[in-house]
């Protein structure tokens, strides 16, 4: 998570956080299991899947202005609502279908995330056809991830240089919800940035 956007106040200059355990985790996922699981299992680790990629990009833009554990709350109701992040089938959505969407109280209710989302699958298809959006993507980082070791949550930056080159792009290229803010989040989550703390036992994995 970029820290600055996502963490509760207590932990924008916090150092790794010891668990009952004994493990020492990044600060911002507390001591709650479904945020220490994502943490554990699923950030910072290198995703290749463009559609995985896509599910992620489109979930962080729902998450703006918002906590990311309240998106990872309602995943699995976005899943459904959202045929499974399937791109294609987004793309085809249409007004009926996002007023659908505006009473499921299984996702986050906002017209202009919907709108966002749909034409986010539209310009994805065109990236993945042309160029496959796994490959645009890490083409940003060289087809490698950026590892850093922030000792606390102060280390780490709400954007970068290429966080706001990407964000451009994808912009330019038709996708909604992604600022350069966003994007770093983004990033950070599917591995093209390595961002764990330095005493956090994710480092060595």
Request: aromatic fraction near 10%.
């Amino acid at each position: 998570m970029a820290a600055e956007r996502e963490n509760p106040r207590a932990w924008r200059d916090a150092a790794a956080l010891r668990h009952a355990d004994g493990v020492l985790r990044c600060p911002w996922a507390g001591y709650d299991p479904l945020y220490v699981a994502y943490h554990d299992d699923e950030w910072g680790r290198p995703e290749r899947d463009s559609r995985a990629l896509y599910e992620k990009l489109i979930l962080d833009g729902f998450q703006a202005g918002l906590s990311w554990i309240s998106i990872l709350r309602r995943r699995e109701g976005f899943r459904a609502a959202f045929e499974g992040f399937d791109p294609q089938a987004i793309a085809r959505f249409d007004a009926a279908r996002v007023e659908i969407l505006m009473q499921n109280q299984a996702i986050i209710r906002n017209r202009a995330k919907i709108e966002g989302a749909i034409a986010s699958a539209r310009a994805y298809l065109e990236i993945e056809e042309r160029l496959g959006f796994s490959d645009y993507l890490w083409d940003f980082v060289d087809g490698a991830p950026i590892v850093n070791r922030p000792r606390t949550t102060a280390d780490v930056p709400t954007q970068t240089d290429i966080s706001r080159r990407l964000a451009k792009d994808l912009k330019s290229r038709g996708f909604a919800f992604c600022g350069p803010t966003i994007v770093y989040a983004f990033m950070q989550a599917v591995g093209m940035v390595d961002d764990h703390l330095a005493e956090c036992h994710r480092c060595a994995a």
